[in-house]
């Protein structure tokens, strides 16, 4: 198995030469994404076999460093994630090989396309830390070439900038987190890494490395300010990549270190990483809710998603300290479940902004509208990414929260004080960040597809290509089924919940009309199947009896409006009057949110006007200062570009001294 | 097979056809309290037959999705309201969702009539939705937080479950149940759009939520629309019931007399929640909208203080 996916890997490394020779010329878009679509599918294929035969292969290739070899291997954890990395490499290059024909600048974008796929997957496949490193930095790059690929715009260079500067650090701490984990001997393969067990000490320092290392990819808060700037600058096919699925690379990168290589952990670690999983959920949907930018609110809503996988993650550390595992594997089978959900949506999601932006040029909610009459199939396949997003039945989104809910109320049992505390209240976060993802999606949806035309562009917009729209079909339909048959993929999971927590999920496949049971039937059980039939079937017979039995009629005519209907469209609800209620509810205490009203006197001329002032406090808390201090810093430091030799010089011999005597000292 | 497969259409149909009775019981004792006459009991059912039978007018700039939302609507509210126990609990499909999915089920609705509100883009519309989804944001975490409760005195979501357990001798009285009573009315209150969060009655007024939301709406979609809220409301009195007045609600293998007492104990339980909502709107004047984030945010700790009383010892 690991042979055919390093084939794959070592196909789509060959595209990004073939690509640079092609860039010239017109075809060279169909090409790359159409044989970008076939690589990634193959990928899937194999992945997906290996995940269902539980089996795990390995090889060992004689690249890299010389006296280590390249180790890869494909056991059932990585199986899932290539599966969640290629699916949404296909979707994405499906919707490139339209999409990507509008694109000005095909150089820019083509060579870097296929050589993130690759290391995104090598990633995955990696199995000793520096083939994992090199991989994870060259899926930074790649990204950072993507992201700026349209450079003449001031604000994606500085979204650029920010990020290089995130994944640089990230990779930094995770470099260190590895070699914590290799030990004096150097032990850089997993096999190794496995084996040998770090004191408590040493393990909580490289559960706190992780968490930032591999956490600050993923975005959780406070470590998610480049997030929100790069997804959203990057061409829409690789927004869908950053957002659906790197972030999930990242919590692959959290998994494979606390999960598997660090062995057993102290209770307490559970705590920081729930409540850095509760606050990122909530954090995550309040920056969404004030944004106007369709792409960056999806952005910000990963941040959200991200919260909520890390909660279930938590949730099952604190299960497998106290050697609950069926509890742990139910904790984490929710959060890899919705790793899959949230990466099949959220491409979706960032698609749909895509061909909105294609067809009007305008990412600005506000300046949309209506897109519905215009873009009908595209408007669908965004409204069953809303809803599956808001959580709410019958799509997947729900599934897997539920199983999240599900895994908080066995947590009582849990021994710990700190805990019982703690989880509650991260419940109640998770609950609250639910609820407000529905609200956020309501706003996202019904101000940019629903409603009247705000301009002209969004009037005259058309209909997306026959691409575009497949790979949209093809996520939404992946939506209702995992929704509506959650039990196959709660049983695909289970060796990976063996594997890493030593228990599994009651197997699921064979119960009574596919219901899922967690742990008993008389305790809780859901059935999206039945659900959605039950919703058709009355929602039918509704429609059947009304039509058949009363009336059918219909006439067309001004709206209503309680009697003023105004003909401006510019007297609708815009994003951010829509979002005023909660903003004054959450925003005062969370942003600092003011309104300023400027009233003209009477008689003047002037427009009155409201603006709305609204503070990210975590950049200026944590960001802002730093930022200062490395200013202050190259400031300070700038006359050492201007010395004589002398000095230059003396600096090296003082340099020299001082390491001598520290030598010295230490023997 | 075949009674169970009754069973639950009995159910089904005595949902629909009580709700709209509900409504005007509710209707006719807030007259009564006022010292009007009121309108006969049975006029919300006359209101959604001359609904029915009217055509809809529909706004020019109204989506496909605009006609079609009335049916989700409705069809997510009914399934809801038919897996609540009422008369008889362990009905052959009470296990394919349990509170949690019902609450959902309800959230699935909400959204997608938010999204009616948005969609002929008028300056009421909006409002409605851009409230409604406000309130939603707190009601919904507290009703949670409820279901976490509740769940955890029972060790369970499914409602039948919950609905035996609770009529069980072993419960006694609880600190924590009390709080989750208390914040599952508040909320109940809240999502069903009465007095003091919303005024059903009202038009024209800048205060309204639910009826700005629906403003656009008419013939038979707006008949659908008030049925559903009308299920709504007999939902959450049944929720309140099976949970906290279990009694007389039949089990799995009943017998007919078993059933009928049932059916009566529920009526009969409906008649006591629509009376005392029915006092309780009269007695109290609407608050502003921005007071509503308080209110809820006080149902919202209760079922939060209920649960942690709860993680910290089972027996509170």
């Known amino acids: ?91 994405a290059s499906l919707f490139a090989a339209g999409y990507g024909r509008h694109e000005t600048r ?66 930094l701490v995770l470099l260190l987190a590895f070699g914590l984990l290799a030990g004096a001997d150097g032990n850089y393969a997993f096999e190794a890494i496995r084996h040998s067990h770090p004191s408590a000490a040493l393990a909580a320092v490289v559960l706190v490395l992780a968490i930032v290392g591999a956490g600050s990819k993923s975005g959780i808060v406070p470590l998610h300010a480049w997030l929100p700037l790069a997804h959203p600058a990057a061409p829409s096919q690789v927004s869908a990549l950053m957002s659906g699925v790197m972030t999930k690379v990242a919590v692959y990168g959290f998994v494979r270190i606390v999960f598997d290589l660090l062995g057993p952990l102290q209770w307490w670690s559970s705590m920081l990483v729930l409540a850095v999983g509760g606050v990122t959920a909530v954090m995550g949907v309040l920056y969404a809710l004030m944004q106007h930018d369709l792409k960056r ?8 998603n991200i919260g909520i996988i890390y909660l279930g993650l938590g949730l099952a550390l604190a299960f497998k300290a106290f050697g609950m595992e069926v509890a742990a594997a139910l904790a984490l089978t929710a959060a890899l479940f919705h790793v899959f959900n949230h990466s099949v949506f959220k491409s979706l999601l960032f698609f749909g902004a895509g061909s909105v932006l294609n067809a009007t040029g305008e990412r600005d909610m506000e300046h949309l509208g209506g ?61 609250l960040s639910a609820a407000l993802a529905a609200a956020c999606f309501v706003k996202a949806f019904g101000v940019s597809f629903l409603g009247r035309a705000r301009t002209t562009a969004a009037a005259k917009a058309q209909e997306t290509d026959s691409n575009s729209l497949a790979a949209m079909y093809f996520l939404a339909a992946l939506c209702l089924i995992a929704g509506v048959l959650p039990g196959l993929f709660i049983d695909a999971l289970a060796p990976v919940a063996h594997t890493l927590v030593g228990a599994r999920m009651p197997h699921q496949a064979g119960l009574e009309w596919l219901t899922i049971v967690p742990i008993a039937e008389s305790r809780s059980s859901y059935n ?35 009697g003023y209907p105004d003909a401006s469209p510019a007297t609708q609800y815009t994003a951010s009057s829509f979002a005023q209620p909660i903003r004054r509810v959450f925003g005062t205490a969370v942003f600092r949110a003011r309104e300023i009203g400027e009233m003209p006197p009477p008689g003047a001329m002037t427009p009155a006007r409201l603006t709305v002032d609204l503070r990210d406090l975590i950049w200026d808390a944590l960001y802002a200062p730093i930022a200062g201090l490395v200013g202050f810093a190259a400031e300070r430091l700038n006359i050492l570009q201007f010395l004589t030799i002398r000095r230059y010089l003396t600096l090296v011999f003082a340099a020299l001294v001082l390491l001598l005597f520290v030598l010295a000292v230490w023997q | 097979m075949i009674r169970d497969l009754v069973l639950q259409g009995v159910q089904m149909s005595l949902v629909l056809l009580l709700s709209p009775l509900l409504t005007g019981f509710v209707r006719k004792v807030k007259a009564r309290l006022l010292r009007r ?51 008889r609990s362990g ?184 009376f005392f909502l029915a006092v309780f709107e009269t007695a109290i004047a609407k608050m502003r909208v921005f007071r509503v984030p308080a209110f809820l945010g006080a149902a919202l700790m209760l079922g939060l203080l209920g649960t942690l009383l709860l993680f910290v010892s089972g027996s509170l």
Request: net charge neutral.
């Open chain 1, 528 to 562: 999206g199947l039945l659900v959605f039939v039950f919703i058709v079937l009355s929602g039918s017979f509704a429609a059947f009896a009304i039509h058949r039995l009363a009336s059918d009629r219909l006439r067309r005519g001004p709206a209503w409006d309680c």
């Open chain 1, 371 to 431: 897109l519905i009459h215009r873009m009908p199939q595209t408007a669908f396949f965004f409204l069953v990414g809303c809803v599956a997003i808001s959580a709410l039945p019958p799509l997947n989104g729900f599934a897997s929260e539920w199983l999240t809910f599900q895994a908080i109320l066995l947590s009582p049992h849990l021994p710990s004080w700190g805990l019982k505390f703690l989880v509650p209240a991260v419940g109640a976060l998770l609950a």
């Open chain 1, 106 to 171: 095909p150089a820019r974008v083509l060579p870097f396309y296929p050589a993130y796929l690759a290391a995104m997957n090598l990633v995955v496949l990696a199995d000793d830390a520096f083939g994992f490193l090199m991989a994870w930095e060259s899926m930074s790059l790649t990204s950072w070439a993507l992201v700026i690929a349209h450079d003449g715009d001031g604000e994606n260079v500085q979204a650029g900038y920010v990020y290089l500067l995130m994944a640089s650090f990230g990779t």
């Open chain 1, 1 to 91: 198995m690991i042979a055919y996916a390093l084939y794959g890997v070592a196909a789509l490394i060959a595209l990004a030469p073939v690509a640079v020779a092609l860039a010239a010329s017109p075809r060279a878009t169909s090409t790359i994404y159409w044989t970008s679509l076939l690589i990634t599918l193959m990928l899937a294929l194999v992945a997906m076999l290996s995940l269902l035969r539980g089996t795990s292969s390995a090889v060992t290739l004689p690249l890299g460093l010389p006296w280590i070899g390249a180790h890869f291997r494909i056991d059932a954890l990585s199986a899932f994630f290539l599966l969640v990395v290629n699916l949404g490499g296909a979707a």
């Open chain 2, 37 to 87: 006459r009121g309108p006969p009991l049975i006029q919300p059912y006359r209101d959604l037959v001359r609904l029915m039978h009217k055509e809809v007018v529909l706004a020019e700039s109204g989506s496909w999705l605009f006609r079609v939302i009335p049916y989700i609507v409705f069809a997510a509210t009914w399934v809801a309201a038919s897996l609540v126990p009422t008369f």
């Open chain 2, 91 to 274: 009905l052959l499909f009470s296990w394919s969702a349990d509170l949690i999915a019902i609450i959902a089920l309800l959230g699935s609705a909400r959204f997608f009539l938010a999204l009616a509100g948005m969609d002929v883009g008028t300056a009421f519309g909006g409002i409605g939705s851009s409230r409604e989804v406000m309130i939603a944001s707190l009601a919904e975490p507290a009703m949670l937080m409820i279901v976490f409760t509740l769940a955890l005195v029972a060790g369970s979501t499914q409602l039948s479950t919950m609905a035996a357990y609770m009529a069980s001798v072993g419960v006694g009285l609880r600190v924590s149940l009390g709080l989750a009573l208390l914040a599952l009315i508040m909320v109940a209150i809240a999502e069903n759009a009465r007095i003091p969060i919303d005024n059903p009655a009202t038009h024209l007024e800048l205060t309204m939520v639910h009826e700005a939301m629906v403003l656009e709406y008419s013939g038979r979609h707006l008949a659908l629309i008030d049925l559903s809220s009308e299920l709504k409301l007999l939902l959450y009195i049944s929720v309140i019931g099976c949970l906290f007045t279990p009694w007389g609600i039949a089990g799995a293998d009943a017998s007919p007399a078993a059933l009928s007492i049932g059916i009566a104990s529920y009526v009969g339980k409906l008649a006591v929640g629509g």
């Open chain 1, 297 to 304: 609110l999806l952005a910000y809503h990963t941040v959200e």
